[in-house]
C-alpha cells in the first residue's frame, strides 16, 4: 500500500523559510516522478512543483519560482520542498502526491504552513 | 497563462445523473492534455478518480466516468448518492511539466 506522510509544517514569519519533507513507502521510490500540490484556506488546489524520479528534472509554478526548491533523497525514499522568503499567500495545507502515467495517482494527508507575523 | 474552467457549483438531485466539466480559457480540452479528476470532500486529501481522459482509478465505482464532451474535459456521476457530495476538481498537463488544476466545482446532493 502506498503512504505519503508529510512533515515539516508550521508557523513562520513573513520572509522567513521552512522545509517540508514527505516520507514515502510501499512503492519503488525513485521510479516516480514526485510533486508537491497546495490549498490555501477555503481555496482550491494549486500545483506547486513537480520532480522526476531521479532528480534531474524539476518544474515549478510561476508563483513559487525563484523561492521555492524541490528535491528528493531516493536513498531515504523522501521528497522535499524548501520553501525560503514566504509570504502570506503561500498560507496553506502542502500535500506531497505520487505522479503516474501523467496524474497524481496517490497522495499524502497535508502538512499545514502558515506565514503570518 | 491558460485557465482551466470549472463551474463554481452544481446540485443533482439522490440517484440523478450530473456532469461536471473542465475547459480552458483559450482552446479546447483534447487527450493530449492527460486530463484527471480529483475528490476531496472537507478537511480529506484528494481521491483520484480519473486520469487520463476516461481511465477510472483503482476502486473507484463505475458510476464514475470520464471524457471528452464537444470542447471540455467532462466527468459523469450516474445515480449520484449522498456520499457523492464533495468538491470535484480537473487538472490539465502543459506541457513542460507544468499543471493548472480548475478552481473546482462544489457538488451538492439534494
Known amino acids: 500500500e502506498v503512504q505519503l506522510l508529510e512533515s515539516g509544517g508550521g508557523l513562520v514569519q513573513p520572509g522567513g523559510s521552512l522545509r517540508l519533507s514527505c516520507t514515502a513507502s510501499g512503492f519503488t521510490f525513485s521510479t516516480f516522478a514526485m510533486s508537491w500540490v497546495r490549498q490555501a484556506p477555503g481555496k482550491g488546489l494549486e500545483w506547486v512543483s513537480t520532480?522526476?524520479?531521479?532528480?534531474?528534472?524539476?518544474y515549478y509554478a510561476d508563483s513559487v519560482k525563484g523561492r521555492f526548491t524541490i528535491s528528493r533523497d531516493n536513498s531515504r525514499n523522501t521528497l522535499y520542498l524548501q520553501m525560503n522568503s514566504l509570504r502570506a499567500e503561500d498560507t496553506a495545507v502542502y500535500y506531497c502526491?505520487?505522479?503516474?502515467?501523467?496524474?497524481?495517482?496517490?497522495w499524502g494527508q497535508g502538512t499545514l504552513v502558515t506565514v503570518s507575523s | 497563462q491558460t485557465v482551466v474552467t470549472q463551474e463554481p457549483s452544481f446540485s443533482v438531485s439522490p440517484g440523478g445523473t450530473v456532469t461536471l466539466t473542465c475547459g480552458l480559457s483559450s482552446g479546447s480540452v483534447s487527450t493530449s492534455y492527460y486530463p484527471s479528476w480529483y475528490q476531496q470532500t472537507p478537511g480529506q486529501a484528494p481521491r483520484t478518480l480519473i486520469y487520463?481522459?476516461?481511465t477510472r482509478s483503482s476502486g473507484v465505482p463505475d458510476r464514475f466516468s470520464g471524457s471528452i464532451l464537444g470542447n471540455k474535459s467532462a466527468l459523469t456521476i450516474t445515480g449520484a448518492q449522498a456520499d457523492d457530495e464533495s468538491d470535484y476538481y480537473c487538472?490539465?498537463?502543459?506541457?513542460?511539466?507544468?499543471?493548472?488544476f480548475g478552481g473546482g466545482t462544489k457538488l451538492t446532493v439534494l
Open positions: 502526491a505520487k505522479g503516474r502515467q501523467q496524474h497524481f495517482d496517490s
Open positions: 487520463n481522459t476516461i
Open positions: 487538472v490539465m498537463y502543459m506541457g513542460s511539466g507544468i499543471w493548472v
Open positions: 520532480i522526476s524520479g531521479g532528480g534531474g528534472s524539476t
